[in-house]
């Protein structure tokens, strides 16, 4: 007999662990609290510790860690396995928490070479 109040989790199986709805990770929200974040937004971790009255869900520890490294939000959701907009309302607490920060993506800037673009549009000129 459970002592009265205890919960009990429901487990699938040792492997899959217990079952846990995706709207009890985010505490029933469906958004973050700031600014939506773009699929392909890359987060890395500040290094920051959390506050003494902070407490991190595992599932929030867990994309903390992941984000050592720069993730995309997409990829955080494939690597953990968990639904895009429970990655996003999670990674959004990290955010507004300063533990985590968008980085900005910037492409390379490519050096335009004229003599190869002038071959080109001689060539499709004598087409």
């Not at 029933?28 to 971790?45: Q, W």
């Not at 992941?66 to 995309?72: A, E, G, S, V």
């Not at 999670?90 to 955010?95: F, I, R, S």
């Amino acid at each position: 007999m459970e002592p009265h109040g205890a919960r009990r989790e429901r487990w699938i199986d040792e492997a899959a662990g217990p079952i846990v709805r995706p709207y009890a990770m985010t505490r029933g929200r469906t958004r973050p609290v700031g600014e939506p974040l773009d699929i392909v937004a890359i987060i890395v971790a500040t290094g920051r510790a959390p506050a003494e009255r902070m407490r991190l869900s595992r599932e929030q520890r867990r994309l903390l860690a992941l984000c050592r490294r720069p993730h995309t939000i997409a990829d955080l959701a494939s690597d953990s396995g968990l639904p895009l907009g429970v990655i996003r309302v999670l990674a959004g607490d990290l955010l507004d928490q300063g533990l985590v920060a968008v980085q900005q993506w910037t492409p390379p800037t490519a050096q335009v070479d004229q003599n190869l673009l002038r071959r080109v549009l001689d060539e499709l000129r004598a087409l």
